[in-house]
Structures are given as C-alpha cells and as structure tokens.
Nanobody, 116 residues
Framework: QVQLVESGGGLVQAGGSLRLSCAASGSSLSFNAMGWYRQAPGKQRELVAIISSGGITNYADSVKGRFTIAGDNAKNTVYLQMNSLKPEDTAVYYC??????????WGQGTQVTVSS
C-alpha cells in the first residue's frame, strides 16, 4: 500500500509561482513513474506533467515552459514548480504514482487558485 500526500497549493495572483510537493510513504516505494494531474470544475482530470524512474519528463502543451517536474528518489517525493501561473491553471492538483507492480495510487488533491 502507498500513501501520497500533496502540499503547497494555495491562492496566487496571475504571473505568480507555486511549488507543489507529493511525498510517498508505504510498503512499496519502487515507482515506474510519478506525475501530476489536475481537474478544474466541470472538466475531466488531465495530465499536467510526469516523470519516469529514469528521469524522463513529459508535459501537457498548456504548461510547457512554465511548469517543471522533478523527483527526489531518496525522499520518495515529487515536486511541481509552477511559474507564470494563469487563471486557467486553477484546479485541484492530484499526485499520481505507478509502482513497478503497475499499481496506481492517487493523493487527496490540493487546490490551486490563480486570480486575475
């Protein structure tokens, strides 16, 4: 079993920055990939960024050049640095992890609100 705990969300003005963290704990901490998804009101959950165990990253087109995902394997933590935030980035951000056993886990979500 894996638990994911997100932190770092909040309210920020457009153009500002936030850094999200997701700490993993539990009995199976070997991951194929960890990533961030978001869900805005009335919309489907969408991929924001993902990082593989080998450090390969992938981003949604809407955040390329503004967001950076990074992992700390020693701390079992993944980060999402969000710069130049826009009102359309407002959403609940969820951490996701896929173990080497191909089991997927979600965090509880953290709210990010960007005011114009």
């Amino acid at each position: 079993q894996v638990q994911l705990v997100e932190s770092g969300g909040g309210l920020v003005q457009a153009g500002g920055s936030l850094r999200l963290s997701c700490a993993a704990s539990g009995s199976s901490l070997s991951f194929n990939a960890m990533g961030w998804y978001r869900q805005a009101p009335g919309k489907q959950r969408e991929l924001v960024a993902i990082i593989s165990s080998g450090g390969i990253t992938n981003y949604a087109d809407s955040v390329k050049g503004r967001f950076t995902i990074a992992g700390d394997n020693a701390k079992n933590t993944v980060y999402l640095q969000m710069n130049s935030l826009k009102p359309e980035d407002t959403a609940v951000y969820y951490c996701n992890a896929v173990t080497i056993e191909r089991l997927g886990y979600w965090g509880q979500g953290t709210q990010v609100t960007v005011s114009s």
